[in-house]
Structure formats: C-alpha cells, structure tokens
C-alpha cells in the first residue's frame, strides 16, 4: 500500500515561503493522483491543489490565485507545494493524499490513501 510522509511545515510571517513535501514509501507513485488538502481549526477539510503523476493534469483551488505550485520529483518519488506569499488564512493542518481511480482530484471523499499531515502556522 502507498504510505505517505509530509513535511515541511512551520511557523512563519505573512509573505514567507514554505516548500511542503509528500513522499512516498514501499512503492512509487506511478499513475496514481497526489493531492495537496488543510484543514484549519472549526473548518472542513479542503482542497488546495493536486496532479497526476504524469503532470500533465494539474488543479489549484480559486483561493490559491497563482501563489503556489505543485510539482513531483520523479527521482525521489516526492510531491510537493510550494507556497509563496502566504496569509494568515493559510494557517492549517495540510495533509497530502493519493488514489488511483480518481475522476474529480477536488473531491477529498475519492483519495484513499492520506498522511498525517504537517502544521502550518502564518504568524500576524
């Protein structure tokens, strides 16, 4: 089964960068869909961005507005996000997930495999 590890997170000031990442262990990501989600205090879990392995099929969510980027690294079998310009409004738990059979990557109810999640924290 995948089994997925995040890191990345911390506590910075409005306007940082974070670059969060997403690896995979005992097998590789293949042609599966990795999606990025957060989940902030009292608020529903969702969705922030997502590809399929091959990157050819990306999606942000609206609130996004082209301050991150989601890419993979082959090599190390690694997604990651890279947000810039972060707000406090981004203040969460961001949780990495991954299915095979995925037809609508915005959807959090078609991802079946979910990592523990990384904190973080927009000081203000």
């Known amino acids: 089964q995948v089994q997925l590890v995040e890191s990345g997170g911390g506590l910075v000031q409005a306007g940082d960068s974070l670059r969060l990442s997403c690896a995979a262990s005992e097998r590789t990501f293949g042609s599966y869909t990795v999606g990025w989600f957060r989940q902030a205090p009292g608020k529903e879990r969702e969705f922030v961005a997502a590809?399929?392995?091959?990157?050819?099929?990306?999606v942000y969510a609206d609130f996004v507005k082209g301050r991150f980027t989601i890419s993979r690294d082959g090599v190390n079998n690694t997604v990651y996000l890279q947000m810039n310009s972060i707000e406090p409004e981004d203040t969460a738990v961001h949780y990495c997930a991954a299915g095979l059979y995925i037809a609508t990557p915005q959807e959090r109810l078609e991802y079946n495999y979910w990592g523990q999640g990384t904190q973080v924290t927009v000081s203000s």
């Open positions: 590809l399929r392995w091959s990157g050819v099929n990306i």
